[in-house]
């Protein structure tokens, strides 16, 4: 399970640098091939950059999906609960059990159309307009993204049930800062 306790923002942060370097990349060569230095020039206009957009959207498509996961682990993902926080704790709890079963059964049921349509879609010979992907690939964020937020649904709700524990976000916390400081390494 150790695994599984960092994928998201291992995705993540492995997708928002590539979708960075991609930009960054594009953004250069754009403004270099506007110099006019003979040879460079030529040799910058030969290079065809058009699909850095196209594959960027797709990053943070799929960012999108595995952030809403993260979410849902770190207690981030949106949720409203001021009528529910007035209720008595055992009304509470089970309003509490149900929004997370309720969350994981929705997305489970989107991993599984997701899943589906992806199948669908892998027998046809559809692409993605530039970079000519076959377009399950870009769909397979769909049922991937959902399936791991409904498992971490589950195991908020797991951990709930347990323990009566819910992810709490302390957004004054940066991760690392305070461990050196208590080291005495400011």
């Known amino acids: 399970m150790k695994i599984l306790d960092h994928l998201e923002e291992w995705l993540i942060a492995t997708l928002m640098g590539a979708a960075t370097l991609i930009i960054f990349v594009a953004v250069v060569h754009r403004y270099a091939s506007g110099l006019a230095i003979p040879g ?46 007035r209720l008595d704790e055992r009304s509470r709890r089970g309003f509490i059990l149900f929004g997370l079963l309720a969350g994981a059964c929705f997305t489970g049921i989107i991993a599984s159309l997701g899943a589906d349509f992806v199948y669908e879609l892998s027998d046809t010979s559809s692409t993605s307009e530039v970079l000519e992907l076959p377009i399950w690939i870009v769909y397979l964020a769909i049922p991937l993204g959902s399936a791991l937020m409904c498992f971490r ?14 992810p709490v976000h302390d957004l004054a916390h940066v991760e690392g800062l305070n461990e050196d400081a208590a080291e005495g390494r400011s």
């Open 40 to 85: 460079l020039q030529d040799w910058l206009l030969r290079i065809n950059t058009s699909w850095a957009q196209e594959l960027t959207i797709y990053l943070f498509v799929w960012m999108a999906k595995f952030g809403a996961a993260y979410g849902v682990r770190t207690g981030i993902h949106v949720g409203v609960d001021v009528l529910v926080n």
């Open 153 to 166: 649904f589950l195991q908020v709700a797991w951990r709930f049930a347990r323990g009566g524990e819910l």
